[in-house]
């Protein structure tokens, strides 16, 4: 008998019996629901520090460089659990490693609420970061590999929506405690989800894209192995790396999370008055939301790329107005222009680049590069938004803000010729069918 003519080994007896028709998609929306818990996490503990660092600088007398060390220290764990988290999801398995992420979501925000000093809350914040990394890594990955590929598009943005349902979740919970300028319970209310998300996963199945990987490489007689790594030389792989990377890193150098961050003093100039920058981050969090939920049919309906032309699109000539906008002096009817180009920005990066990267990052790779793969768009990702976060103040005082948004329109019009260029159509297509695309 040949390995080719071997019956394949039954599945562990970790992973749970195959479904019936019923069953199935039941199995599926919890699995989903479950695991993109993570998204709501990952978007939660980034936004909840924006109204928390308002009360406890005062606690803590911290300096405006701790204030940054203490956001910052997230992003740098984020890069650390992004890139740690690839090879063991391959030779593990997923289900593992998103155990892992739940149980260090839940000790992270156990050691923030804890925290007593500017050095165990910078401590506490590594630790978030490094559950924020393995989730931006393993939860879209395991959405994909165990969505139907008509579904698939759905089911990873479903990850991305509450990534921003966290987002505004940590707004509301920061503009609830402010008034009791209670920092500890804004962290506090973390570990709601990040309890169920590690209940969640250990009922989970494993990735039966994993499974079947490893038993593929399982020769008969012998000892279950993981699935076999592959080289990230190969041409296929390359492919999708130069398609991932870039996407990854045009998601921050096209300026995101800068737009947010200065919203309020956008929204000043514009004449509203900026008493409260958390109501304003709550308003902008209702649109990311929004648009972000009006990408779920879209995904599957009209495709990935024709999603991030359009999204491009719209961010460059955002951006271009906002860059006209915002050299009129303070006041200046123009400004109101600013406060429509931020929510045109805003709207058109959620429907379109902010979903369809993950996706694709999830979705280009074979299944022996496919976690380690994710592993490294991610860490570009993490690392690109740690770079901007830290220049865009200095920069935009050294330069101009109307130049910083400029540089950003240009970053969103390269990637609109590269996407024509490179990046393939994987709507309704199986993962073996795209990888066939890649490696012709």
């Known amino acids: 008998m040949t390995l080719q003519d071997s019956p394949r080994p039954p599945a562990p007896s970790h992973t749970l019996p195959p479904p019936s028709g019923e069953e199935r998609p039941k199995r599926l929306a919890l699995a989903t629901g479950v695991v993109a818990l993570g998204g709501l996490l990952f978007g939660f503990d980034t936004g909840v520090i924006s109204g928390a660092l308002l009360f406890l600088k005062e606690d803590f007398a911290l300096t405006s460089f701790q204030e940054g060390t203490v956001i910052s220290a997230l992003l740098l764990g984020a890069a650390a659990g992004a890139l740690g988290s690839g090879r063991p999801a391959d030779r593990f398995g997923r ?89 500890r319970a804004m962290f506090a209310v973390g570990l709601i989800p990040s309890v169920v998300m590690l209940i969640g996963t250990l009922c989970i199945p494993e990735s039966p894209e994993w499974l079947r990987g490893r038993s593929d490489d399982r020769p008969s007689g012998r000892t279950a192995k993981a699935s076999r790594a592959l080289p990230l030389d190969r041409p296929a792989v390359r492919r999708a790396l130069l398609i991932g990377v870039t996407l990854a890193a045009v998601q921050q150098f096209g300026g995101i999370n800068s737009i947010i961050y200065y919203a309020p003093s956008i929204m000043s100039r514009a004449g509203l008055p900026a008493t409260n920058s958390i109501e304003y981050s709550v308003f902008i969090g209702v649109v990311n939301v929004l648009m972000t939920v009006a990408a779920i049919p879209l995904i599957d309906r009209l495709g990935r790329r024709p999603l991030l032309l359009f999204s491009l699109s719209g961010m460059g000539v955002s951006l271009v107005t906002l860059g006209v906008a915002m050299s009129f002096p303070t006041g200046s009817p123009a400004n109101a222009i600013a406060l429509v180009s931020m929510i045109v920005y805003v709207g058109s990066f959620a429907v379109g680049l902010g979903p ?85």
Not at 152 to 160: D, Y
Not at 378 to 404: H, I, Y
Not at 408 to 424: I, N
């Open 356 to 440: 369809v990267f993950w996706i694709m990052a999830a979705e280009l790779f074979p299944p022996g590069a496919r976690a380690r793969g994710g592993a490294l768009c991610a860490l570009v990702n993490w690392a690109a938004n740690f770079v901007v976060g830290q220049l865009f103040l200095p920069v935009a005082d050294a330069v101009g803000v109307s130049l910083v948004f400029w540089f950003f329109a240009a970053v969103t019009s390269g990637a609109l010729f590269f996407v024509v260029r490179k990046v393939p159509e994987t709507r309704n297509r199986s993962l073996a069918e795209i990888q066939q695309d890649l490696e012709a």
């Open 95 to 183: 289900k593992r490693v998103l155990i892992a992420v739940a149980l260090t979501f839940t000790l992270g925000l156990v050691a923030a609420v804890l925290a007593h000093d500017f050095a165990s809350m910078v401590g506490a914040r590594m630790v978030l970061g490094l559950a924020v990394g393995g989730a931006s890594t393993v939860v879209p990955l395991y959405l994909a590999e165990i969505a139907p590929p008509r579904l698939r598009g759905r089911l990873v943005t479903a990850n991305q929506v509450l990534l921003t349902v966290g987002i505004l979740v940590s707004y509301l919970v920061n503009l609830g405690f402010a008034g009791s300028a209670d920092w």
